[in-house]
């Protein structure tokens, strides 16, 4: 019977691991041992980590890899990736070699606005509401402004804010709909700083306001929060050309353009298809976000929203082809930065930054964009020709033969077996059980 553990955040990082190995595994020992072995070597390095967060006992490796031979904009990236999933970055390489000598990709800043909210009860005259917002606005300025000097003196700060009328959805809620450009920064402290501001002045100017009932000025303030709902901070990425050049063989070019726009069609047409379809392309976006020290379950989310924006979830991507040519974009809303958070901390963050030419936010939004685009094309390319299968499986294999616990002589063996064959589990575990016989 486990029991609740009272002042775990003060006990010490040995006492923490003592505590959970000897409490909730059957080998403690071994727990201690593993929980270890992953420290860093380096104990500033170390300490660095432990410190991210509460509670750390031990560090969660990813494999940090590299995607090379990216051509955007006419400048040549090489994209770190961290991610724990077969045939992801080889899927991500194969693309941009295969775009590489066809111009490359091409990518568009659509906007960098980005979104804050205070949400607020009001028991009374909207009309008078409004007129009260109207006359006090430009306190919302002044009195936020010692948190936007810095900011302001870069070219950012606060762009609008904007009252809201939503008792049509629920009874007395409004809300200030703020906007915000926060440059290489992703934001999200200086905004939720602003925001706490906006609701202070909000409460006080209300209670004081001539024109309002003694119920009126008692507005009700329910949370202030950034929204990771984006859709005006937007990245597109594309590429394109002659159908005739797609290079497809067998196939065939224009029954391989053909098949690519039903592809999308499909994922338009089908939530079902759509949600894999669009998890292909976080694959990218997600590997190169975790690898650049930015907040991946932020991203998620805003970008599934953006894709049912229309009111059906469907495809991010988007394929056609007009007069000869064959075209592929993306458009996904992005909040990412380049400065603050673990962008100055993790060694392996300012590494990977470093990798990609210290990119600013926008640029690091245009990397991302192509990295979840060339995904998506490298995924769909095998689907409507080999299948899926095929590749995944065979960069899987490496996995399979270690679970099965092969030698190195073993696994040199089965690979060279299976650049000929057809990888599965049972093909893998019988190839190994004949070697072994």
Request: glycine letters at 6%.
């Amino acid at each position: 019977m486990h029991k609740p553990v009272n002042g775990f955040s003060r006990l010490s990082k040995q006492e923490k691991i003592d505590w959970i190995a000897t409490n909730y595994t059957e080998d403690a020992e071994s727990t201690k041992t593993l929980l270890k072995r992953y420290w860093n070597t380096d104990l500033s390095v170390q300490k660095l980590h432990d410190e991210f967060i509460e509670n750390t006992v031990s560090n969660y490796y990813l494999p940090f890899s590299i995607a090379p031979n990216f051509l955007i904009n006419d400048k040549l990236y090489a994209i770190p990736m961290a991610i724990e999933e077969s045939s992801v970055v080889a899927a991500a390489s194969k693309a941009a070699k295969f775009w590489l000598n066809k111009g490359g990709f091409k990518t568009t800043i659509l906007g960098t606005e980005k979104v804050g909210q205070v949400h607020f009860m009001f028991y009374g005259d909207g009309a008078r509401l409004q007129r009260f917002f109207d006359q006090t606005k430009k306190q919302f300025y002044a009195d936020a402004s010692s948190i936007t000097k810095s900011m302001e003196r870069r070219g950012g700060g606060i762009s609008d804010i904007v009252l809201r009328d939503l008792t049509d959805q629920l009874d007395n809620y409004y809300q200030l709909h703020c906007t915000f450009e926060t440059l290489d920064a992703m934001g999200a402290n200086f905004i939720n700083s602003c925001l706490e501001q906006f609701s202070k002045t909000l409460k006080d100017q209300a209670a004081q306001y001539h024109d309002f009932s003694e119920e009126e000025r008692q507005l009700e303030i329910v949370m202030s929060i950034l929204s990771n709902y984006v859709p005006n901070c937007v990245i597109k990425a594309e590429v394109s050309c002659a159908v005739g050049t797609l290079d497809e063989g067998e196939m065939g070019n224009e029954q391989f353009a053909k098949k690519m726009v039903q592809a999308i069609s499909i994922a338009n047409a089908d939530p079902h298809r759509a949600v894999t379809h669009n998890k292909g392309i976080m694959n990218g976006v997600d590997a190169v976000i975790l690898a650049t020290g930015n907040d991946f379950r932020a991203v998620e989310a805003g970008i599934h929203a953006y894709a049912a924006k229309s009111g059906q979830y469907s495809s991010l991507t988007h394929a056609e082809v007009k007069n000869g040519i064959f075209r592929f974009w993306i458009e996904i809303p992005l909040a990412l930065g380049t400065v603050g958070g673990l962008t100055s901390l993790h060694p392996l963050v300012k590494l990977a930054l470093e990798i990609l030419q210290k990119p600013s936010a926008q640029e690091l939004m245009q990397i991302v964009a192509v990295a979840g685009l060339a995904q998506n094309f490298a995924a769909l390319r095998s689907l409507v020709t080999t299948g899926i299968q095929k590749g995944h499986m065979k960069m899987h294999l490496l996995n399979l033969l270690n679970q099965l616990g092969a030698t190195e002589a073993e696994k040199k063996s089965i690979v060279a077996h299976f650049k000929t064959n057809t990888v599965s589990n049972a093909a893998v575990k019988e190839a190994l059980q004949n070697i072994r016989q």
